[in-house]
């Protein structure tokens, strides 16, 4: 089956500025979730969504970042404005399901590395 | 904050067995012990999990002591590509997944 797939690979943008980032769950999988990987660090979650609904997103840093997952399959993460402390590898993962991902794992995408100059 | 505490960092021949520690003494009855692995520029990787067994796959083997206060992540026969870092973490069914620091295990030819 095909993996999680992230878009782009790599970024580099100006403070203050804008980013957006997509994630492409693996099919039929109903849990989404972005986490946020600082280098050196293992990654934080950021915010988990259960088809078109948001879950869990109490780490979210909702003045500057926004995430969406509208029709259940796609997400994207926006960072608006930037700050340089937001430089990291942002990670998508997907899992079959909320209540069942302990029995199947989760599938991470390979990240779009993000820096902030 | 991530709930178990493993070694930094860890070496190991090729071609021999990598047994990777990790204690969870705050785990609770119905957590299960995860395992996953990430190779440099890559996302983690899902290993292996139990909850009171030791179990096997294809990757590895994981060994839960009796009370569930530690386990070992096995690797049998290390390879180059087996180089990477390892988290072991402790999960409850709904919840998420919180990384620590891992241990870097590093190959040595």
């Known amino acids: 089956e095909a993996g999680v797939a992230q878009s782009p690979r790599y970024k580099i943008i100006e403070k203050r500025q804008s980013v957006a980032f997509w994630c492409n769950p693996i099919s039929g999988h109903a849990t989404l979730y972005w986490y946020q990987q600082i280098l050196g660090q293992g990654p934080k979650l950021l915010i988990q969504f259960q088809n078109n609904g948001v879950v869990d997103d109490s780490q979210l840093p909702k003045d500057r970042f926004s995430a969406e997952r509208l029709k259940g399959v796609d997400s994207t993460l926006k960072i608006q404005p930037a700050k340089l402390e937001d430089s990291a590898v942002y990670l998508c993962a997907s899992s079959l399901d909320r209540d069942r991902g302990w029995d199947y794992g989760y599938t991470f995408g390979s990240g779009t590395r993000l820096t902030v100059v | 904050d991530a709930k178990t505490t493993q070694p930094t960092s860890m070496d190991c021949a090729e071609g021999r067995a990598a047994n990777l520690p990790c204690n969870h003494s705050?785990?609770?009855?119905?957590?299960?012990v995860y395992w996953y692995r990430q190779i440099h520029s890559q996302g983690p990787q899902y290993i292996i999990h139990?909850?009171?067994n030791n179990e096997t796959n294809e990757m590895a083997s994981l060994i839960i002591t009796e009370d569930r206060k530690s386990s070992t992540l096995i690797l049998p026969h290390a390879t180059l590509r087996d180089t990477a870092v390892y988290y072991c973490?402790?999960?409850?069914?709904?919840?998420?997944?919180?990384f620590g620091t891992g241990t870097r295990l590093t190959v040595i030819p």
């Open positions: 973490i402790d999960q409850t069914g709904a919840n998420n997944l919180f």
């Open positions: 705050t785990i609770s009855g119905n957590e299960y």
């Open positions: 139990g909850l009171k």
